[in-house]
């Protein structure tokens, strides 16, 4: 079990332990052992695991909540979290989920109405009941409907990343099955969608149906939804992820990877083609209607070909124009994670990162890249300990000195710089004038009207340092909608101004997404990819902003940091 996970379950129960009031000692320990558990550099169950060591060496952790954190590791829950289960509707977590309700409103509502579920919630808001409550009132009500309403949107959704590791892990416990050459994700998956609802997994080989039995015998397996011949779904893992495997002959593979890509709208469109040209596409293979003669279905591109159509990349398969290039034959040529020559936005301990320059280098180097932009916060985000005017220009003096030393990758100085509430720079112009490569971003007032916030942004496109906006609508995935700005106009005034977008590789971000970057692109926009890495690991996040890039039709040529290090270096000056 990862720390985050642990960590996830040590703050639910804190929440649960703020609804039934327990005492608030019990509760801070909880809440600060969850941050000593994510913020802790090594596995703690790796730490469980030796004899040798015990965890409440660990800062933070005493002797109660080291016995919790042992059955959390083996069993995902812990003794006091299972009581307050019972104790209130398994729901109290999803009402955790609904802003603006804090574990105190809830105990409240739970108390008086004595409701378990969301509908009820839902119900108690449209009644105006809500409101009959201590500091409750018409604008609670409205506020819980509306986040009633983004919940039931996510609930059941995961981030693309946590399907790609469970995809690379299912991957790894099936394709050694004997009988299976192949096991290949299919579905939101494989198109890179940002989340994904249930994972795909497409099995072929001469006898691929023996991993149907291995996968719904896997120890992972929290539930078998169902096991046929061809096909077994079962919800896997801790979160309860439904995998849905299908056993497939090779002569129908292509044909099943082409359907069960997907997506829905794509599929549509291009059985109607087939169609128009006397044929019918189903998941078996492509036939002629007129004598059901099979002319395809081996594989995708055979499929595609025989529908006068180029082999069309999945994440450009939603049905927004990628036929119609097809057919054309100007689909875009598409970014690929080999073409990235550098990351531009990473910190470091100087600020919230948990490696230091030298070991993002390192890991950078090890990636293969040329260069880095170590980009970290400033100083109004105190809590991260930003940097403030005088270690800018420090640091930026600190990276010319280990740029001589050579660390075997160029470094480029750079700071990711709030933009403040008003649309100003957090730091001078002075000293952001040291460094190579200014990233702005917002991260406070982000619940500003469209209108300040477009102006906001506006004014911090006219500083004259600012090279890149930082993920650049603020959304998190399944937590927190982007805000609202007159997009195309600051893309516009980008262009302008010689600034950059960034589409953040942030597994929880993925900020620019695909619709965004292709209307940024139509208005001429650059663009960068960068990871926000805060440890070494993380620079893999990579290949979850390409996966975006290429969802919004972008080629290297739109993207800065598929130059070379001279390139880039020569770009960054040109700014008017
Ligand atoms: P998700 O799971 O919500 O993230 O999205 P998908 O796209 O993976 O959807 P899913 O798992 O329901 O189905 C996988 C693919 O199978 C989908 O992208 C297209 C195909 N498919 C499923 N049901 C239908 C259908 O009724 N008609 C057509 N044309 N295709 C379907
Ligand atoms: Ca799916
Ligand atoms: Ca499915
Ligand atoms: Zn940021």
């Known amino acids: 079990m990862e720390n985050k996970e642990i960590a996830r379950v040590l703050s639910e129960t804190a929440d649960l332990m ?39 060496d660990l800062p933070g952790i005493g002797k109660g909540l080291a016995q919790a954190i042992g059955e959390i590791v083996t069993t995902g829950s812990c003794e006091r979290r299972d009581q307050l289960l019972e104790k209130f509707p398994p729901t109290a977590l999803e009402f955790l989920k609904i802003q603006g309700l804090g574990p105190k409103s809830i105990a409240l509502i739970f108390e008086h109405y004595r409701i378990s579920t969301i ?55 099936l394709s050694s099955t004997p009988g299976v050459d192949s096991v290949t994700p299919a579905g939101s998956l494989r198109r890179g969608r940002e989340t994904v609802g249930d994972l795909d997994l497409l099995v ?6 023996a991993a149907l039995d291995r996968f719904v015998a896997y120890s992972r397996v929290s539930e078998v939804l169902g096991h046929g011949e061809n096909k077994a779904s079962a919800k896997v893992g801790h979160e309860g992820l439904q995998v849905d495997v299908r056993a497939l002959a090779p002569e129908s593979y292509g044909a099943a990877m082409q359907y069960f890509t997907g997506s829905k709208d794509h599929n549509v469109a291009i059985r109607q083609r087939a169609v128009k040209l006397g044929l019918k596409l189903s998941e078996y293979g492509l036939f002629r209607v007129a004598d059901e003669v099979k002319i395809a279905g081996e594989t995708e591109e055979g499929i ?13 398969r939603e049905n927004t124009g990628e036929i119609e290039a097809a057919e054309a034959g100007s689909l875009p040529e598409l970014v690929e994670l080999s073409q990235i020559k550098g990351d531009l ?37 105190s809590m991260t300990n930003g940097l403030d005017e005088k270690r800018v220009v420090a640091f930026a003096q600190r990276v010319r000195e280990v740029n001589a030393l050579g660390l075997g990758i160029r470094v480029f100085s750079g700071l990711e710089c709030d933009i403040l509430k008003d649309g100003a720079m957090d730091i001078s112009e002075d000293a952001l004038a040291e460094l190579d490569l200014v990233i702005g971003s917002i991260h406070s007032h982000m619940n500003q009207e469209s209108a300040e916030m477009t102006d906001r942004l506006l ?69 960068t990819i960068s990871t926000d890495s805060h440890h070494p690991k993380q620079l893999a996040n990579m290949r979850y902003g390409v996966t975006t890039a290429r969802r919004g039709w972008l080629g290297p040529q739109h993207i800065l940091n598929t130059r070379g290090a001279e ?8 700014k008017s």
């Open 567 to 574: 390139e880039f270096a020569r770009a960054l000056q040109s």
């Open 459 to 527: 004014r911090a496109l006219q500083s004259p340092s600012l090279r890149i906006i930082g993920h650049p609508t603020g959304r998190i995935l399944l937590q927190r909608e982007p805000f609202p700005f007159d997009f195309e106009r600051i893309a516009a005034e980008a262009v302008r101004r010689g600034v950059w977008l960034e589409i953040n590789s942030s597994p929880e971000r993925l900020d620019l997404h695909g619709t965004l970057i292709r209307a940024a692109r139509a208005k001429g926009a650059s663009f």
């Open 119 to 173: 509908d009820e919630l839902e119900r108690l808001c449209q009644e105006q009941k809500l409101r009959e409550l201590p500091r409750m009132g018409a604008k609670l009500e409205e506020k819980v409907l509306r986040s009633i309403a983004q919940y039931r949107q996510h609930s059941g959704r995961y981030l693309l990343s946590y399907a790609a590791a469970m995809a690379a892990e299912l991957g790894d416990l």
């Open 304 to 316: 595609y070909q025989a529908l006068g159509l180029p082999w069309i990349p999945p994440e450009l």
């Open 204 to 209: 072929t080989g001469p006898a691929p149906t």
């Open 18 to 56: 703020e609804i039934a009031a327990d005492n608030g000692f019990a509760i801070r320990s909880y809440r600060n052992g969850a941050t000593a558990v994510e913020g802790n550099p090594e596995r703690i169950e790796d730490i469980l695991r030796d004899p040798a060591r015990k965890i409440t």
């Open 345 to 381: 936005h990473m910190h470091t301990t100087e600020s919230d990162g948990r490696g230091t320059l030298e070991e993002m280098a390192e890991a950078a180097r090890a990636r293969g890249y040329e260069y880095i932009a170590i980009t970290d916060h400033s100083k109004a985000l």
